[in-house]
C-alpha cells in the first residue's frame, strides 16, 4: 500500500496568481494510505492527461483543471 503525503496548502491570491505556502499547523500535514487501486487509477489518470495536454510538469499536482 503506497500513501499519498499532503505537505503544502495551494493559495490563489487576488488577480489569480497561485502560490504554494506551508500548511498552517502540523495537523494539515498529513500522510494518507493509498490502496493500490487508488494507485492504478492516478496513474491512468495522469497518463489520459499527457494524452489531452502534452507531458505533464511533476509539480505533485495531480487534478490541474
Request: charged share 20%.
Amino acid at each position: 500500500m503506497g500513501t499519498i503525503t499532503i505537505n503544502c496548502a495551494l493559495h490563489v491570491l487576488r488577480g489569480g496568481k497561485v502560490v504554494f505556502n506551508e500548511p498552517k499547523s502540523a495537523k494539515a500535514r498529513l500522510q494518507v494510505a493509498m490502496p493500490p487501486s487508488l494507485a492504478l487509477a492516478l496513474t491512468d489518470h495522469c497518463k489520459n492527461m499527457e494524452q489531452l495536454r502534452g507531458e505533464l510538469v511533476d509539480d505533485g499536482l495531480v487534478f490541474t483543471w
